[in-house]
């Protein structure tokens, strides 16, 4: 009986073990790797900086020029600003500011490689916005931004949440 004990936990173990190599080989290749250890937001957020040439140091929030709701919500009717949702594609897809851009804080050099951002020219006014007036990735996004040349950057503190309680009108992607 203690024999078939023993020899299931060394199969569990040798199981276990074979995991964790095949997961840190998975990892090791990825674009996208997961962190061995954790580093706080702002970290994350300055090394993706330096991925892409910007060699500032740790991206805080700091106090960026802020926009109301009517402001905002006249600049999207006319079409006049790029807005841009710092929130995660998730929740981008379920419902966003019209012609809002997504570029969340999470992944962002590769967000903004792939939205064609970088290649339009960086005078165009922005408008930064995440959940709410307590969400510090739409704040992190802009100083971003503006570290590596958007001029005119600006942030929506009332975020998605004011935006939908105004009835102001949403798009959804598929």
């Known amino acids: 009986m203690h024999e078939g004990l023993r020899d299931d936990g060394l199969r569990v173990a040798v199981m276990v073990a074979g995991s964790l190599a095949i997961g840190a080989i998975i990892n090791a290749v990825r674009t996208d790797a997961v962190p061995w250890r954790y580093e706080p937001k702002g970290q994350r957020m300055a090394g993706e900086l330096a991925r892409m040439g910007s060699e500032e140091g740790e991206t805080r929030e700091v106090a960026a020029g802020a926009i109301e709701l009517g402001e905002l919500a006249g600049m999207v009717r006319e079409r006049s600003v790029l807005v841009i949702d710092?929130?995660?594609?998730?929740?981008?897809?379920?419902?966003?500011?019209?012609?809002?851009?997504?570029?969340?804080?999470?992944?962002?050099?590769?967000?903004l490689e792939r939205s064609g951002l970088l290649g339009e020219g960086k005078t165009r006014a922005v408008v930064v916005y995440c959940q709410s007036e307590t969400c510090e990735d739409s704040r992190m996004v802009a100083e971003s931004l503006r570290r590596l040349g958007f001029a005119s950057v600006r942030v929506f503190g009332g975020g998605w949440r004011l935006w939908l309680e105004s009835g102001e009108p949403i798009e959804k992607s598929p």
Do not use: Q, T, W
């Open 86 to 111: 710092a929130r995660a594609p998730l929740f981008f897809r379920m419902g966003h500011v019209p012609g809002a851009v997504n570029l969340p804080r999470e992944g962002f050099a590769s967000f």
